[in-house]
């Protein structure tokens, strides 16, 4: 027989039914996994997909429709966006969300690197004072909301008593809450007490990673303290500052509970945040097509500052 003869005769040659039996064996293993591997999965993308990712999507749709929740729905359009350009709540809102991001994230994430370069010496009560620190953020917002407004009541308040004894006239003292021009200033105190705990113990982790070998040939350069910070801590800290700053911002865009608890975006619009207007018209104007269309405001505001963030992450 030629060797063209046999090489046709191999080609046409029945395959070996073991090896059909052992690839067959083998994908119905994998597909066996891979459906274990989904079973687990399976309820908690089932239950995003029906309480997040869904709601997400019809409030997307929403945001073009007119809807009060009770009669049908019509479509809108760009009537909802165009609206947001005459209503002052929103101007207000939108503005009142942008000063207490600008004016929080910079101070919680200062107040928090602070306490935990503290709390990370050794010091007397150490554990006392971290747990002291961490408190509020684990708290009962409801309990800490009404203790911080006795705090700052503006007529029997220890705050003002002590601005009192120090020679602060009467007439002068700051009406925090009550007041439309420290209103806002109350709220962002609260929210910079209540959060830099949590960010403190975030800030104590990333302290305790750093190499402490650094420190020692600082030292043997002469280093000073201040030295050392800058051009040792700092730089080592820059992950866990990123990490930080992003979630304190998305937290900061998205502020609510303690507004509503101590202010109600009074007086007046003062301290009307976004997340506020979106619950005054979804909840008790009912109009939930506009209330939506905020909402996507809110969510591209969020998203696009993300974005740059994790871009000015990328280039440093």
């Known amino acids: 027989m030629s060797i063209s003869n046999t090489a046709t005769a191999i080609d046409h040659a029945p395959a070996d039914p073991r090896r059909k039996v052992k690839a067959l064996s083998k994908r119905r293993r994998k597909i066996q996994d891979a459906l274990v591997a989904y079973s687990f999965i399976a309820p908690n993308f089932i239950g995003f997909a029906v309480f997040t990712l869904g709601p997400i999507a019809f409030a997307f749709a929403l945001a073009f429709?007119?809807?009060?929740?009770?009669?049908?729905?019509?479509?809108?359009?760009?009537?909802?966006?165009?609206?947001?350009?005459?209503?002052?709540?929103?101007?207000?809102?939108?503005?009142n969300t942008v000063v207490y991001t600008v004016v929080s994230v910079p101070a919680t994430l200062l107040c928090a690197l602070g306490l935990a370069i503290l709390l990370n010496q050794k010091i007397f009560g150490r554990d006392f004072f971290r747990t002291a620190m961490f408190f509020p953020y684990v708290a009962s917002l409801v309990a800490v909301a009404v203790v911080w407004n006795m705090i700052f009541n503006p007529e029997m308040g220890p705050v003002n008593?002590?601005?009192?004894?120090?020679?602060?006239?009467?007439?002068?003292?700051p009406g925090w809450a009550a007041d439309r021009h420290w209103a806002m200033v109350t709220v962002i105190l609260f929210g910079i007490w209540k959060s830099m705990g949590y960010y403190m113990v975030i800030y104590l982790a990333g302290l305790q990673g750093i190499n402490s070998e650094l420190y020692e040939a600082a030292d043997l350069d002469g280093a000073n303290s201040w030295q050392k910070f800058i051009y040792v801590t700092v730089p080592q800290l820059a992950p866990t500052t990123f990490f930080v700053t992003v979630m304190l911002t998305i937290q900061s865009f998205k502020v609510f509970d303690q507004v509503y608890m101590i202010t109600q975006g009074g007086p007046g619009t003062s301290t009307l945040v976004l997340v506020y207007h979106i619950y005054n018209e979804a909840f008790i104007s009912w109009d939930l097509g506009y209330s939506s269309m905020v909402a996507l405001v809110l969510f591209f505001l969020v998203l696009a500052v993300t974005v740059i963030q994790f871009h000015r992450q990328r280039e440093d």
């Open 65 to 95: 429709m007119h809807w009060d929740g009770s009669n049908a729905i019509t479509f809108a359009g760009l009537d909802n966006f165009w609206r947001l350009f005459e209503d002052k709540a929103f101007i207000a809102a939108f503005w």
């Open 161 to 173: 008593m002590i601005l009192y004894t120090l020679g602060l006239d009467p007439e002068d003292m």
